[in-house]
């Protein structure tokens, strides 16, 4: 889960939602005591030598010319995952190419490689090519340790040092960091120091570490391999264990196991023909709302790309009877939270309907409530990689086309943007200075920066205006600043604001990429989401040349729960502040009229959108007593 930014940037993302019940589990649970490791040729190097540790402990596990020998491994295990069990089965043909099935009682998954790609089938049954830059260069590194590359000391792709002694649990262990020139990636080995045998392992997956502890070694045809294994997924602390119930090497295995499925999931429909047309949706707050009918109760959905996958929010999944069937951990816009697991019933949409699917449940509604905005669940990569999906925001329509009958026939420029983590990444530029790909999020109002690329470009310091980013995990301090220009597809946005972190924490704080692409620069363009061919179309929408009012107060108000019109934040520095706003303020009229009469809190925050120079008297309580405070807008950029 990529998680919430909405209080006052209201820009909600849930991205990698189920990240440790998909791609990752998928990618600990391996058995294999040789692809993350290393040996040289030195029969009695010193212990502070990587290559001599490494001799000895291959020694232990059966010797080097034994393991290499190996042609291809199958293997079962039993799998506890969040109070779920169920079983894994593998099969691995040695360099690249690989199976791996997981049967979680209510989610299936499969991923797989082989040999020129690699594949997930989601729980789902959504196909997805993993083509990613971070993914190839993975890819790449395995393969070379799989082969071997990195038993050579003189290897241009791979050092191997020491790092001393360490205790895992009581065991006294040797520590080796094996580290490669392909990508950033880190991994740790800790050796018993009695018996060498390995103890723990640290695994990078982008941004996340897989620590395991290793035990229970049992010989199979000569080489002792490690049958029960402890994993956990930081920083999010989902744990799984895992124990070998068969293993076999050197098994006969069809090559055609490891192709990608030829049938994608076909588990949608339309109305009428292979298109739902002109389906109007509502943009609030740079955010995009459809109307979705679930056991004939219709509500808003908000729409995101940025969601790995569907969520629907927990008091509505209980008023409709959906009880949890697992449960997952998620990143959310300041940390992790917790994710129950449930059946969501066939939905239906303007021209357009979807059986079934296992989506996340979690507390939403108050998120938006906040802002007077009822929603009942955001529509992500389950909903939206079904089809090619056009959006217009200018005419607030999209429409949704079936992708194996799409044809593009416009003048759009066609920008290839790899999934990486079920996201679209695609380059983009800011001020002629700042290169990289971003994640593409229609589920966020506003441009962000990553915290990490932020500080190593020396962002965090620029002028511009505060603001508290919030959502699922808790909230985030950021700054909106404005820079001179964005460059994408070729077209150019001048004068963009773009949000600055100040925290290091949650998805922010994530090393890929530059940052999050959002609705204040996507709005001003008519966009085609091509998830089969991993791209997006760009054409100029008729707004791009629009003026778009801004905030111009530093005033964030929302609904209290007892239904106040609260002050949450007065941004240092602004008219707002200048004016004497404190957080708590109970807003009770401006100039003269109720707020109750003026409406939610979006409806009176576009009232601090108007022209420089507009003064409003605003009465408000604090802590019971009533004031009156003048504010007067100005530009706050």
């Not at 919030?470 to 909106?480: F, I, P």
Request: charged share 25%; glycine share 8%; aromatic share 8%.
């Amino acid at each position: 889960m990529r998680g919430f930014a909405g209080i006052p940037v209201t820009g909600t993302s849930i991205a990698k939602l189920p990240v440790a019940v998909s791609a990752i589990i998928l990618a600990v649970i391996v058995f294999s005591s040789i692809a993350c490791s290393a040996t040289g040729g030195l029969a009695d190097a010193p212990l502070t030598d990587p290559y001599g540790l490494l001799k000895k402990h291959y020694d232990a596990m059966g010797g080097l010319e034994k393991l290499k020998s190996i042609t291809t491994r199958y293997y079962e295990a039993d799998v506890t995952l969040m109070g779920m069990q169920g079983q894994v089965k593998a099969w691995e043909e040695i360099p690249a190419r690989k199976r791996r099935e997981i049967s979680l009682g209510v989610l299936q998954m499969t991923s797989g490689d082989n040999g020129e790609v690699s594949w997930i089938v989601d729980p789902n049954g959504k196909l997805q090519i993993e083509k990613d830059e971070a993914t190839l260069k993975r890819r790449q590194v395995e393969a070379l340790l799989e082969s071997y590359e990195h038993s050579d000391p003189e290897s241009e792709y791979f050092t191997v040092t020491s790092e001393g002694m360490e205790m895992v649990a009581d065991i006294e262990c040797y520590v080796i960091k094996i580290l490669n020139s392909i990508n950033e990636d880190v991994r740790l080995r800790y050796f018993d120091t009695d018996t060498f045998l390995q103890v723990k392992a640290v695994d990078p997956h982008e941004n996340f570490e897989v620590h395991t502890l290793v035990s229970d070694y049992r010989r199979i045809e000569g080489i002792k391999i490690p049958f029960h294994r402890e994993a956990e997924i930081l920083p999010i602390g989902q744990k799984q264990i895992i124990q070998v119930t068969k293993y076999e090497l050197d098994v006969a295995i069809d090559p055609g196991l490891f192709d990608p499925p030829e049938q994608d999931a076909q588990d949608f429909s339309f109305a009428d023909g292979e298109v739902a047309e002109e389906v109007s949706f509502d943009y609030i707050l740079d955010h995009l709302y459809l109307d979705v009918t679930i056991s004939g109760l219709r509500s808003k959905w908000v729409l995101d790309t940025g969601a790995s996958a569907t969520v629907v929010d927990s008091t509505f999944a209980a008023e409709i009877g959906l009880p949890p069937v697992g449960k997952a951990k998620a990143i959310g816009a300041g940390g992790t939270v917790d994710i129950d697991l449930v059946t969501l019933p066939p939905l239906r949409i303007q021209g357009i309907r979807i059986d079934e699917q296992r989506v996340g449940s979690m507390p939403l509604r108050n998120l938006f409530a906040r802002r007077g905005i009822e929603i009942a669940g955001v529509l992500g990569y389950d909903f939206l990689s079904r089809f090619v999906t056009r959006i217009d925001y200018a005419s607030r329509t999209i429409s949704f086309y079936h992708p194996e009958s799409f044809e593009y026939a416009g003048s759009g420029a066609i920008v290839e943007a790899p999934l990486a983590h079920r996201l679209f990444s695609l380059p983009m530029t800011v001020d002629g200075l700042y290169t990289g790909d971003w994640a593409l999020d229609i589920g966020a109002s506003i441009t962000t920066f990553q915290y990490p690329f932020a500080e190593e470009n020396e962002l965090l310091e620029l002028d511009g205006v505060e603001r508290i980013m919030g959502g699922a995990g808790g909230h985030l301090q950021a700054r909106v600043s404005e820079f001179d220009s964005v460059e994408l597809a070729g077209y150019t946005v001048d004068n963009p604001l773009l949000l600055v972190p100040l925290e290091n924490r949650g998805v922010l704080s994530f090393s890929q990429g530059v940052g999050v692409l959002g609705n204040n620069i996507l709005r001003r363009f008519v966009l085609y989401l091509d998830y089969g061919n991993q791209r997006i179309i760009f054409e100029k929408g008729s707004d791009f040349e629009t003026d778009f009012p801004r905030d111009r107060s530093g005033l964030s108000i929302v609904l209290s729960p007892q239904g106040d019109h609260e002050v949450h934040f007065v941004s240092a520095g602004t008219p707002a502040a200048d004016a004497g706003f404190l957080k708590g303020d109970l807003v009770k009229s401006i100039n003269g009229i109720d707020v109750e009469h003026l409406g939610d809190p979006v409806r009176i925050s576009n009232l601090f959108r108007d022209d420089v120079g507009t003064a409003y008297e605003v009465a408000i309580l604090r802590e019971g007593e009533p004031l009156k405070i003048t504010l007067t807008l100005r530009d706050l950029y």
